[in-house]
């Protein structure tokens, strides 16, 4: 099939292996961790403040990540993502074991995690055109997206059952081994990895991180994007991440394998439309079908705050998965085809800064929301922001030339 050719390619075989065992633990750890916040403390707003320390360190290092990917070798970075994040996941883990773990571990962890992830975030995206031949970087970002929805698939229900079965610190030591799996494929790369350029012993980390921030406020459609997602990251995400586990058992009145179930149903979507755009070599119009896909995406979500039955939000989860599978790959393709390649690490940790700024207060907020005015409504309202925010960015020419 044309979309898994640049598997052919093994540095980008090994990359893509070692992230998608990764991609698998987390998945699992997610829907592990969610369910033990929620019987340990039944607050959404201890569910949202997790997912704010995880995201904290990412908007403060973030661009620091970017400079730092420029100039050493990517491969060794993400190693050292890598290893460091088993070894936080296996402490938790041995708490857990233990009886002793605390909500407060928990926030530490999340802190940890998010520190490591400022690093390996833009390091992973600049390493893909790095290993990959050009004209097989439409598949590898297929792939690339595909590993991570097969594994949003697989994680969550597996994850459900470990939970179901074996216990919360049984799937967190999963979790946990992907990591250090996931460093053993990337140590060929590091053996024949080389600095992306030698910086320049004048210039200091200061000035190519304001000369990447010049690059991207030259181009309408990049900033602009940044900074219209930055709100829709908020928008969109903030009811999944944080108010969907309490719809699941405050409104459906169903349990973890519901929760699993219907996020498993997400990655579904998210699968199909990988794989039908990783056949394309081109695709025309992308600015007007990406910001569509958004509008479509914030509509999904509102029909799910009706909240009729398990069946009926997992297929509504199909459909956002596919959306947002849409805006993700164009997005994706579009950075790599206009950006410099030396300039790749400190855009995407722009990008990624642009995604993450709001998010640790967005994610705090609808924590505080899913508490105070229900699940149902928060749903609501990230949808019809969703909505609004799209349409602003369709009303933009350069968005709409875009192709």
Not at 137 to 145: E, G, I, R, W
Not at 226 to 233: E, G, K, P, R, S
Request: with cysteine; aromatic share 12%.
């Amino acid at each position: 099939m044309r979309t898994f050719r640049a598997l052919r390619c093994r540095p980008f075989a090994l990359l893509w292996t070692g992230q998608t065992i990764s991609r698998l633990g987390d998945a699992l750890y997610r829907i592990a961790l969610s369910w033990w916040v929620l019987e340990k403390t039944g607050s959404g707003a201890a569910m949202g403040m997790v997912l704010f320390f995880s995201l904290l360190p990412m908007v403060l290092f973030l661009l620091v990540g970017g400079v730092v990917v420029d100039r050493l070798p990517r491969a060794r970075v993400m190693l050292a993502s890598d290893a460091a994040s088993g070894l936080v996941v296996a402490f938790v883990s041995a708490l857990a074991f233990a009886g002793r773990l605390e909500v407060w571990h928990v926030y530490v962890a999340s802190l940890l995690f998010g520190l490591v992830e400022a690093f390996f975030y833009p390091a992973y995206a600049a390493m893909v055109p790095e290993v990959t031949p050009p004209d097989l970087l439409p598949s590898a970002n297929s792939l690339t997206s595909l590993s991570f929805r097969v594994t949003g698939v697989l994680g969550p229900a597996l994850g459900a059952v470990i939970v179901a079965r074996g216990g919360t610190p049984l799937a967190f030591a999963c979790d946990g081994a992907s990591f250090f799996l996931s460093a053993a494929f990337l140590l060929p790369l590091v053996r024949v990895a080389t600095r992306p350029r030698a910086p320049e012993s004048h210039v200091s980390a200061a000035a190519e991180l304001a000369e990447g921030l010049r690059y991207v406020t030259s181009s309408t459609w990049l900033w602009l994007t940044i900074a219209l997602f930055a709100l829709v990251n908020v928008t969109a995400f903030g009811p999944t991440a944080v108010a969907l586990p309490f719809l699941v058992k405050q409104n459906l009145g169903a349990g973890v394998q519901a929760l699993g179930w219907i996020t498993s149903m997400g990655s579904v979507g998210s699968i199909l439309m990988a794989l039908y755009l990783g056949r394309w070599t081109r695709l025309r119009l992308r600015g007007m079908l990406g910001y569509f896909s958004t509008v479509i995406q914030g509509l999904v979500l509102m029909l799910a705050g009706l909240a009729f039955s398990v069946p009926w939000v997992a297929a509504l989860a199909v459909v956002n998965g596919a959306m947002v599978t849409v805006f993700g790959l164009i997005w994706t393709n579009l950075i790599q085809e206009f950006v410099p390649r030396e300039m790749l690490g400190r855009v995407s940790s722009i990008d990624a800064l642009g995604s993450y700024v709001f998010l640790p207060l967005g994610y705090a907020a609808a924590g505080w929301l899913t508490d105070a005015i229900g699940p149902p409504a928060v749903f609501y309202l990230g949808g019809g922001l969703t909505v609004a925010i799209a349409l602003i960015g369709l009303a933009v020419p350069a968005i709409r030339r875009l192709d």
